[in-house]
């Protein structure tokens, strides 16, 4: 047994890509072990800028000999199948044996493969490890990068190390070939250093000051950092993504403390931490009040002379000049205010098919202030939310935005409140983008929840509108995150709408502004007419424009628009399936929510989903499944004997009248007869205690579930529909069904299909599973 | 004469001559036209392209019109220098001449943090695009280190090395200075300010200001004009010139702020076909020479 370790150096490895290249080297390590049948115990990999590594234990000094069978074609095959047979299998027609199987003589290929030593695998893997290496992006250089067929690596590679117990493991890959020296730190140690075994490598490279492990060095910028802030007097903000990217920057990570000028805290916290971290890569401090300090730490890769001095003065000049320019923005920004900024965004672009932002922001204004004045979103008061949603996007087009695009909204909020917006506003303005990921939190304050509401529900119709929807893995423009969004606001916030009607009214703003932008794009005139009279799409009046329109070649684009005016979009479907994507992280069933959404007309998130959830309760006790035994068993019966009794599908409507359904006097007469004929049948005998049971039990459950749900009590309706089980149970196993008597056989089917409508009252059991 | 590449601006820029011309580079003068970068220089992107080995080193004044600020800012300037190295093919030790420039001028990787950060590199305009690092020194970047991959839409057959430094701020960190007109030009007390500030002042105020923008329209389109007419009669380096003047005018129409966002895009895609074409004619004009001198080349 022998230790293998592999060393592959190169110039410095983007810090984001070494995680992977960490597992894509052990993968395609074990891909070649596997496929030369060498047994990999214990696989460590490490990386630093400089190099990846790979220490893997306990190999075998050799495979072991096996011998494998092929089977044949029979004796007397024809001989292209024998030759075929033998290609494959690689080995002369003379070399195969026979073998009797089943009485048949049969051809076999027998191969010995010999055992080969691990070294030699070795050296036929490394090459191919470097060769199918998957980076993110690779690149080629120097003199061999003269065909394009040169090696590829992330930037160029410079040296293998590959020791396989004390030996070096020989290999080449395109003039880089193996042996046991490597390089230590590139300033503090100079010279080669001759790796032992993997034993010593890291020992090794520790003196050459390379701390090989990822981890440790994680480990030492962690603790390092909170040391320096402590010392200062001060607490760290924790930040484990520079964590890992400084330990991906450095071989000999020393975390350092700078100050900066205490004045550029009058600039919002938020903008100082994000330059900090996205530009220079430094941690940021907070003082014994939680308030962001002026520190900074950055993460220097050497041991200066001078113990840093230098090191953290330079830093502290970059960023002094990084802060300056935040607070130059700052300045500037807040000489006008938001409405003034806001003014800009007509000349920015949403979408060519769906106009400027500006467009955006007065359809959202539009909504926003009507999910007020409906009381959809209670207690918001519209001339706010409208206000709200006329700002939101207007630090777009502010410097710091400009600069720091992360910061939208949060900007809006600062720059809201410091020309004196009421609060609410500011708040909204902030955080109508939320939620944003899957832990993000939801907004509950009113004002943001109507702008934040009205913006995605808008920009999802607005996509819609024009076809750009998302498909499989791809969503450019984040529709499955809006979708989410929505949902989570509306169910957080338990806000009681029909779904339907608030996307119609998006949809509505949102194929106004697509008209406009295609009739502005074909015809300047055109468009600058119908800006003249303002088009409501609920208008009638809109459509005698389109005469007009006609003449001027807009036809095509006012009969795209009246017909999605008629549609919905496809965003009903949308949000069921977005809805079951996101229950079903929550335990949900998707079923369940499928079969209330089967029964159509239920489109009150909170009410379907507290209906669902009460259904699901239900399937879960025994009661439940029992009587999802006896719906399909009934359904099956209906469905075998392909029975419509007119009683059972009329009763589905859920009326209690079923005649009031019928509007048609010819079709009332005739359905009149209908039931009138099944009445006097329903007389013509008596009912067996089990059929008589299931009517009595019937005639209570209907009408009880049927309250139950009106008054949205819906594990009542549970209860109700349980207490169906007893009996639908006792009639399957009592009565016949296929009686002989006609009338007995197609009243007892009408009494199936009566309890299958009982049943579809809270659900539609069919499209549950189990 | 001692120089003193600590004290002076131009003796920094003497000291990287020096260095680059012991390391095998021929030492070139600017290029003699208004551009936005060094890599516009046809010792730059010409010469990456095709079989036939080039190391050069150059300084060249760059005109980025919109970041003028009047003289007002410390470290923004409408016209400033680029040190331009290219080594093709890329050596194997090109860092390792890097870091050795860096000492030459008098930074000391172990009392400076010198770090290698990602930054790829991509000019749409040329259609070029390379992988590499901005190059830090205490947390500022100093350096543009790129790896050619692609130049006018062509693979770089071989690769070439480019580095990029930042001549003022380079000085500014090496003398210690917060304001880019207080450098020390020569190391006798004539500052970077004496010698340009009125520029910076006067050309920020024609860049914004006074430029006449019916003017520069006539001109990008003039430009463009010839850049085709030198085309058609196979003239590919006059032609690239053409591109090359294309280019700044259309900064100069940016700075004047009379190209809207969506405009912007059309205009760069004029300049780029332009770009784009001059290189492949020049591949062309060159690749049956360059094949038969590097019979294992190919375009």
Request: aromatic letters at 8%; glycine letters at 8%; charged letters at 30%.
């Amino acid at each position: 047994m022998s230790d293998f370790l592999l060393e592959l150096r190169s110039e410095e490895i983007p810090a984001r890509m070494q995680a992977g290249a960490r597992a894509e080297l052990e993968k395609l390590f074990r891909r070649e072990m596997d496929a030369a049948g060498v047994t990999a115990g214990e696989i460590t990999v490490w990386s630093t800028p400089r190099r990846l590594a790979l220490i893997a234990r306990g190999l075998p000094e050799a495979t072991e000999a096996v011998s494998e069978e092929l089977k044949g074609p029979p004796v007397g095959a024809p001989d292209q199948a024998i030759e075929g047979f033998c290609r494959k299998a690689g080995v002369d027609k003379g070399a195969l044996e026979t073998r009797d199987v089943k009485g048949r003589a049969t051809y076999f290929a027998v191969k010995n493969v010999p055992g080969r030593a691990t070294k030699d695998l070795l050296a036929e893997a490394i090459p191919a490890i470097i060769r199918d290496f998957s980076w993110p992006k690779s690149m080629r250089w120097g003199a061999a990068s003269i065909s394009t067929e040169s090696l590829r690596w992330v930037r160029p590679l410079s040296g293998i190390v590959a020791l396989l117990g004390d030996d070096v493991v020989e290999c080449e890959v395109h003039g880089v070939t193996s042996g046991s020296v490597t390089l230590g730190h590139r300033f503090h140690h100079s010279g080669d250093i001759t790796i032992g075994n993997a034993d010593d490598y890291a020992m090794k490279l520790r003196a050459g000051h390379v701390i090989v492990d990822h981890e440790e060095r994680q480990d030492l910028i962690r603790s390092g950092a909170a040391k320096v802030a402590s010392e200062a007097g001060l607490k760290l903000v924790e930040d484990e993504g520079l964590v890992i990217e400084n330990a991906g920057l450095t071989e000999w990570p020393v975390p350092l403390l700078g100050r900066f000028e205490e004045d550029f805290l009058e600039v919002p916290p938020e903008t100082i931490q994000l330059t900090a971290r996205v530009n220079q890569k430094y941690f940021v401090c907070e003082d014994e009040a939680g308030e962001l300090a002026n520190a900074f730490i950055c993460t220097a890769n050497i041991e200066a002379e001078d113990g840093g001095a230098r090191v953290v003065d330079g830093n502290r000049k970059v960023l002094a000049a990084r802060l300056s320019d935040a607070r130059f923005f700052w300045e500037v920004d807040r000489k006008k205010t938001l409405a003034e900024h806001a003014k800009g965004l007509e000349r920015i672009t949403f979408h060519e098919k769906l106009g400027t932002v500006a467009d955006k922001v007065e359809r959202v204004a539009k909504l926003a202030e009507w999910l007020a004045s409906e009381g959809i979103v209670p207690n918001c008061d519209p001339k706010l939310a409208r206000q709200a949603a006329e700002l939101c996007k207007a630090d777009l087009v502010t410097e710091m935005v400009g600069e720091f695009p992360e910061l939208q909204g949060l900007m809006g909020g600062y720059y809201a409140r410091a020309e004196g917006l009421p609060d609410p506003v500011a708040d909204a303005i902030r955080d109508h983008y939320k939620p944003v990921g899957q832990g993000d939190q939801v907004p509950t304050a009113p004002l943001t929840v109507a702008v934040s509401l009205a913006d995605k529900l808008d920009t999802l119709a607005a996509f819609f509108a024009i076809d750009e929807k998302p498909t499989g893995s791809k969503d450019p423009f984040a529709l499955r995150r809006a979708a989410l969004g929505v949902l989570r606001l509306v169910l957080n916030n338990s806000i009681r709408t029909n779904l339907s009607d608030v996307l119609g009214a998006a949809k509505t703003g949102a194929i106004t502004s697509m008209m406009f932008a295609q009739v502005r794009a074909v015809n300047k005139d055109a468009y600058e007419a119908l800006e003249r009279v303002g088009v409501d799409l609920e208008d009638d009046a809109t459509f005698d424009l389109e005469e007009q329109a006609l003449d001027k070649g807009m036809g095509p684009i006012m009969a795209d628009a009246e017909q999605k005016m008629a549609g919905d979009l496809g965003l009903l479907d949308f949000f069921a399936d977005r809805l079951k994507v996101q229950q079903r992280e929550a335990g949900v069933r998707h079923d369940l929510i499928d079969a209330v959404f089967a029964l159509g007309g239920e489109d009150d998130l909170v009410r379907l989903l507290a209906r669902v959830k009460a259904l699901q309760s239900f399937m879960d006790t025994e009661d439940g499944a029992n009587l999802l035994a006896g719906y399909k068993r009934a359904a099956n019966i209906l469905k075998k004997e392909d029975w419509h009794g007119a009683e059972g599908e009329i009763a589905r409507t859920g009326e209690e009248d079923p005649l009031s359904q019928v509007d048609d006097p010819d079709m009332r007469a005739v359905v009149e007869a209908k039931m009138a004929e099944r009445h006097a049948k329903e007389l013509s005998y008596e009912a067996e205690p089990a059929e008589k049971a299931l009517m009595d039990a019937l005639a209570k459950s209907e009408p009880a579930a049927s309250q139950a749900i009106e008054a949205e009590d819906f594990s009542g309706a549970m209860a109700a529909l349980a207490a169906l089980r007893a009996p639908i149970d006792r009639f399957f196993d009592e009565v016949t069904v296929n009686a002989e008597e006609e009338n007995k056989r197609a009243h007892r089917l009408d009494l199936l299909a009566a309890f299958r409508a009982a049943v579809h009252k809270v659900a539609d059991f069919s499209r549950i599973e189990g | 004469m001692d120089r003193n590449p600590q004290k002076s601006f131009q003796d920094m820029i003497l000291a990287l001559h020096d260095f680059w011309s012991a390391n095998g580079c021929l030492i070139l003068q600017p290029y003699d036209m208004r551009m936005g970068a060094g890599t516009f220089h046809t010792a730059t992107t010409l010469r990456a392209l095709g079989p036939e080995p080039w190391n050069a080193a150059f300084v060249q004044p760059c005109r980025r019109p919109t970041d003028g600020r009047y003289g007002e800012n410390p470290n923004r300037l409408q016209h400033y220098y680029q040190y331009q190295v290219i080594l093709k093919p890329s050596p194997a030790n090109i860092q390792d001449l890097y870091l050795e420039s860096l000492r030459v001028i008098g930074i000391d990787p172990l009392k400076h943090d010198i770090r290698f950060v990602e930054d790829d590199w991509e000019s749409p305009t040329l259609g070029a695009w390379g992988l590499g690092w901005e190059v830090w020194c205490d947390g500022m970047e100093v350096t543009q280190f790129t790896y050619f991959q692609q130049m006018g839409g062509f693979d770089c057959k071989p690769v070439a090395g480019e580095l990029t430094y930042g001549l003022e701020r380079l000085a500014m960190y090496i003398q210690g200075v917060d304001n880019v007109y207080d450098l020390d030009f020569n190391g006798q007390g004539v500052t970077y300010g004496d010698v340009f500030l009125e520029n910076e002042k006067q050309m920020s105020k024609w860049n914004f200001e006074v430029a006449e923008t019916d003017a520069l329209f006539d001109l990008f389109n003039k430009a463009e004009a010839e850049c085709r007419n030198a085309l058609e009669h196979n003239v590919p380096i006059a032609a690239y010139e053409q591109a090359v003047e294309a280019s700044h005018i259309f900064n100069l129409l940016q700075a004047r702020g009379v190209i809207s966002v969506q405009e912007r895009a059309s205009y760069m895609g004029r300049v780029r076909d332009l770009a784009r074409g001059s290189c492949e004619a020049h591949m062309e004009k060159e690749a049956p020479v360059w094949a038969e001198k590097y019979p294992e080349w190919s375009k």
